[in-house]
Each structure stands twice: as structure tokens, then as C-alpha cells.
């Protein structure tokens, strides 16, 4: 194939096979200067959609940059969700939600629907909840009334997370198995991952931990042969710490450590963070005292860098109990209000949490 016939099938690729997309994509050298903009945008696209994030953001930028003119206008569209997306996934939601308004600007027919998703996404990944579900529920009215089974399941999804976060467990799992019922009707084996990643979550937290292993490790098997990698470090991670509850320290540890290498090859600093506050709960039931306290201190600064209020807050309960194992309790009990007063002006439950 010639330079041209390899752009257009990496972008015809994109859906079905990111990977692939990035092993057809031509040389930007190898296009006219006009075509490598449009080159960029589907390396953007293909990395974002295998998790690397900062990878991909740097080169929506560089679309961003140089898609100017009138003609345009539906590439700095694209580019403007894409980069988006992946930065509401980093936690610059700021960041996130001035990309949105480029998009806006773009003026482009037919993305008022995306916009308007990425925008409750971003309200979402703000942790602003209710505002969220509030925007979530018409978008899922909207799918259900035209039958679009993938984007009801994804919508599902994002609403069974809100409803998580707010301590509503019953709703949140209710959320998520409906997720994944309309994801296996639209034989979207992503969305069915992605809603198994909810039903650990939620079972877990609601102390039905052989569900929640369960759910995760079939998640598991979804991702293992994709080229999605921070899907398959989420199924680790989330097994990991069903697992762990579980009493099961050796394969926790072994799966935190798979989690860990995936995690860290994306440059994803929050969720890396989340494996080692995971990782030093296994440490701490071990009775290493000061291999836990190492983990949660890196995984407490990673969580104040991206601002995750969920993550501050456990790294902060789980300092004190080591704090307290020490002596040191005057320091434990500081640290314990600490981490209340936050999840309380947050509106979040996670010092309620037992099984986390």
C-alpha cells in the first residue's frame, strides 16, 4: 500500500484494532504536509484507545495546533473530545473541560450529543455526582428511545460509577448489571468489560467478594488478548484487591505487581497510585509495617498531584492505622479526622468502606 491507502485503513482500523491502526499508520514524512495533521490525529486516537494517555495528548495538541482553517473544522473537533476524553481520564478536568469548549466553538453538526456526554463525564470525573446524574439520565433516555444498546450500556456504566461514589451501592449495582445486559445485546465485549469492572467494584464494596473476584477476572479474560492496556491493569488491579479481602495476599500481591508494570508503562500516575495504596493494605495485613507506609506515602502524593479525593482519603486512613501500630497515635488521630473532614466536604463515603 502507498502512504495515502495506509492512512485510510489505520483509521478504518481504529475501531476494531488500535494496535493494528498504529502498525498501518505511514511516516509523517511519507504525506503531504496537508494529510499530516489528519496522520496525527489517528496516532492520538489509536494511543488513547490503548490507554496511553499523555502519549496521545501530546499529540492532540499538536492537531489542535495546526487544524486552524475553516475546512478544519470536524478534524479540531474530533481532536478537541479525544483529547478531552483522555484528559478527564489523567484528572485534569479543567483542562478537560476547555478542550470541550473548543469543541463547541468548532460548530459542528451531528457532535452535539458527544459534547454533551463529555461534558457530564467531566462533571463526573470532578466528582461532582449529582450533577452528573443529571445530565446522564436524558442521554440515556435518548439512547434507550433509538434502541442503541452500545451507547445505553456505556451511559449505564458512567451512571452506576455516580451512584457508586455517592454510597447509593444498590443503585450503583442495579446500574451496572444492566450495563452489562445491554452490552452483551450489543455483542460489545468493551462495554461488557467495562461493566464488569462496575459489578466488581460495587459487590466488593458491598462485602460480596467472591462476586466481585468473579466479575473481575472475567474481565480479565476479555481484556488479556486486546492491545487495550489500561483496561487489562484495571482488571488486575480490581482482582487484586478482591483478592486481597479475600485473605489471598500471594496472588493480591502477584496481581498488584502485573498492575503496577501496566500502570506504569501508561504514565498513569492516579491509578498507579491507587496499586500501591492496594498494595500496601497487603503489606500492612503482613505486618510490614514499613514497606505499607512507603506505599501509601507515594500512592497519598501521586493522589494530591491529581487531585483524587477518593485516594487522599484512603491513604490517609490506612497512615493512621500504621501510625497507630507504631505508637504513634496522638499522629494517627490527626491523620484519621484528616481524611473525614475531606470525604465529608466531598460528599463521599469511602472512611464508611470496609472492604474496599
Not at 487544524?67 to 479540531?76: E, N, P, Y
Not at 445491554?182 to 465485549?189: E, G, I, S, T, V
Request: proline share 2%; hydrophobic share 45%; net charge positive.
Amino acid at each position: 500500500m502507498n502512504a495515502l491507502d495506509r492512512l485510510d485503513s489505520a483509521r478504518a482500523a481504529l475501531a476494531e484494532d488500535a494496535q493494528k491502526a498504529l502498525k498501518l499508520l505511514p511516516k509523517a514524512s511519507a504525506l503531504p504536509p496537508a494529510l499530516r495533521v489528519e496522520r496525527d490525529f489517528v496516532e492520538a486516537e489509536a494511543r488513547r484507545a490503548m490507554g496511553f494517555f499523555r502519549d496521545a495528548e501530546r499529540l492532540y495538541a499538536r492537531v489542535l495546533s495546526r487544524a486552524r482553517g475553516k475546512s478544519d473544522a470536524v478534524l479540531r473537533a474530533e481532536a478537541a473530545l479525544g483529547s478531552a476524553s483522555g484528559l478527564r481520564a489523567l484528572g485534569r478536568t479543567a483542562a478537560a473541560a476547555a478542550r470541550i469548549a473548543v469543541a463547541k466553538q468548532a460548530r459542528v453538526r451531528g457532535l452535539a450529543e458527544r459534547i454533551e456526554l463529555e461534558d457530564a463525564l467531566i462533571l463526573r470525573a470532578g466528582e461532582r455526582y449529582h450533577e452528573a446524574l443529571c445530565r446522564l439520565r436524558p442521554l440515556l433516555h435518548r439512547a434507550l428511545s433509538r434502541k442503541a444498546f452500545d451507547e445505553s450500556a456505556y451511559l449505564l456504566w458512567a451512571i452506576g460509577g455516580a451512584h457508586r461514589f455517592l454510597g447509593e451501592l444498590a443503585k450503583s449495582e442495579e446500574a451496572f448489571r444492566l450495563s452489562l445486559a445491554f452490552a452483551r445485546k450489543a455483542k460489545d465485549p468493551v462495554g461488557e468489560g467495562y461493566a464488569l469492572f462496575g459489578i466488581g467494584g460495587a459487590a466488593r464494596v458491598r462485602g460480596n467478594l467472591l462476586e466481585s473476584e468473579r466479575a473481575y477476572a472475567a474481565a480479565e479474560r476479555l481484556f488479556a488478548p486486546t492491545s487495550d492496556v489500561f483496561a487489562r491493569a484495571y482488571a488486575a488491579c480490581g482482582r487484586s484487591n478482591a483478592l486481597r479481602q479475600l485473605g489471598r495476599l500471594g496472588e493480591a500481591e502477584r496481581g498488584y505487581e502485573r498492575a503496577y508494570a501496566l500502570y506504569a508503562s501508561l504514565g498513569d500516575a492516579v491509578d498507579l497510585a491507587y496499586v500501591d495504596w492496594g498494595w500496601g493494605e497487603v503489606l500492612l495485613k503482613k505486618g510490614d509495617l514499613k514497606g505499607a507506609l512507603k506505599r501509601f506515602e507515594a500512592g497519598e502524593k501521586a493522589f494530591r498531584q491529581g487531585h483524587e479525593t477518593r485516594g487522599i482519603v484512603l491513604s490517609l486512613h490506612s497512615k493512621a492505622r500504621v501510625f497507630h501500630s507504631l505508637g504513634r497515635t496522638a499522629e494517627a488521630e490527626g491523620l484519621f479526622a484528616a481524611g473525614l473532614a475531606l470525604a465529608r466536604k466531598a460528599g463521599i463515603h469511602t472512611h464508611l468502606e470496609n472492604f474496599t
